[in-house]
């Protein structure tokens, strides 16, 4: 203990005398930006809880300890004052023996104790100073709300956009600042008058609630409560830190390239001639929720109907291609492409086998396929 308070002493004073409450903001800010931008933390679920708690309660924290430094009168702390001095206003009227003046005095009292009583009212309730801690909490909740989206809409008109980074280092920014700023208008005020976490009243009130309960009744509520509270703990933890895989899927499309370099899904190639080749974009993306080794292979086809059936008469195969895609990744591959067959309709196929490939390459083996019909000149 005593190596520990020399410790603190070397630290700088403002450091040394940072309220707890504000302490705990700015680590952690510490700790959220650690998890989200560190490259091997950021891949794990710590993310997740430590993102919500940062974007919906710290800046708004933050924010509310600057505007109120000082200690709040709570509402029912006033209501109990205003009762006492009505109380002893009551006892100290003195008594009147007069018959028609008791009553023109007593007539002017009552007029008098009302206007006092609607004084009173305004005085406690609508100019009492600062804020309780439940409505720090519940503003401390609607203003993150409110800066959060605010920030990002700053951010949408500068280069940076709306990104993961820039809104971590915007939204850390503004609470880091105005954690500052409450630290030093909390300084500039009186100790007595400076707003302090009750951190030790609840210990202890929780200490003797819980382990010096009044009857066996108690202590069984107690139990009941802990492991209730332990459950529903439990219970969100394992949603946000395990959500559900949802559905799972892998995609292909085709892509051709527009006059500005954008990749469009239109303004295909259609008309081939023999012998020369025309450039388009294959794409795969992977909902797989695991990862994946793709393979792309690319078929001509010459067709023929058969009712409302489309029967394949003969089948080239022109190329394949290779990728591993992660969870949510997207794979673009541009190429060249060049039929070997002639005609009218000729069925360009590109055939997307996840894991692995099958003897036989068709439409029939494969779930996702995308084809583009074209027309080849000799």
Do not use: C
């Amino acid at each position: 203990m005593t190596e520990l308070r020399s410790l603190l002493a070397l630290l700088p004073r403002p450091v040394r005398t940072l309220p707890a409450d504000l302490a705990v903001v700015l680590i952690f800010v510490a700790l959220t930006n650690v998890a989200v931008l560190a490259p091997v933390i950021s891949e794990t679920s710590l993310r997740i809880p430590l993102g919500l708690v940062f974007v919906l309660f710290i800046p708004g924290y933050a924010f509310i300890a600057a505007l109120f430094p000082e200690e709040g009168d709570s509402p029912t702390d006033t209501d109990s004052d205003t009762d006492t001095d009505s109380d002893s206003d009551s006892e100290a009227a003195p008594d009147s023996t007069w018959g028609s003046e008791t009553d023109w005095g007593s007539s002017s009292s009552s007029t008098a104790d009302d206007n006092t009583d609607e004084t009173g009212l305004l005085q406690h309730g609508l100019g009492r100073s600062g804020i309780d801690g439940i409505e720090r909490v519940a503003l401390s909740f609607g203003l993150s709300i409110a800066i959060t989206p605010l920030l990002g809409l700053i951010l949408n008109f500068t280069p940076w956009g709306i990104r993961l980074v820039p809104i971590m280092i915007t939204v850390s920014l503004f609470t880091v600042l105005a954690t500052v700023i409450a630290a030093v208008r909390r300084w500039n005020l009186p100790a007595d008058q400076r707003f302090r976490v009750p951190y030790k009243s609840w210990y202890a009130t929780g200490r003797s609630e819980l382990l010096e309960p009044d009857s066996r009744g108690d202590a069984l509520l107690n139990i009941l409560l802990i492991a209730s509270i332990l459950l529903a703990a439990g219970s969100v933890t394992f949603a946000v830190m395990v959500p559900p895989d949802g559905e799972q899927f892998s995609a292909v499309y085709i892509l051709s390239e527009d006059d500005d370099g954008e990749y469009v899904a239109d303004n295909y190639p259609t008309e081939f001639t023999q012998g020369e080749s025309e450039e388009l974009v294959v794409g795969v993306d992977n909902n797989e929720h695991r990862t994946v080794d793709y393979s792309v292979v690319l078929v001509e086809q010459q067709v023929s109907q058969d009712g409302n059936e489309t029967v394949v008469d003969e089948q080239r195969e022109l190329e394949r291609f290779e990728t591993q895609l992660a969870h949510n990744e997207t794979w673009h591959h541009s190429h060249d492409v060049e039929p070997t067959m002639t005609g009218e309709d000729i069925r360009l196929v590109w055939l997307l086998y996840p894991d692995d490939i099958p003897e036989d390459v068709s439409m029939e083996t494969t779930d996702y396929h995308v084809h583009l019909w074209v027309d080849v000149e000799e």
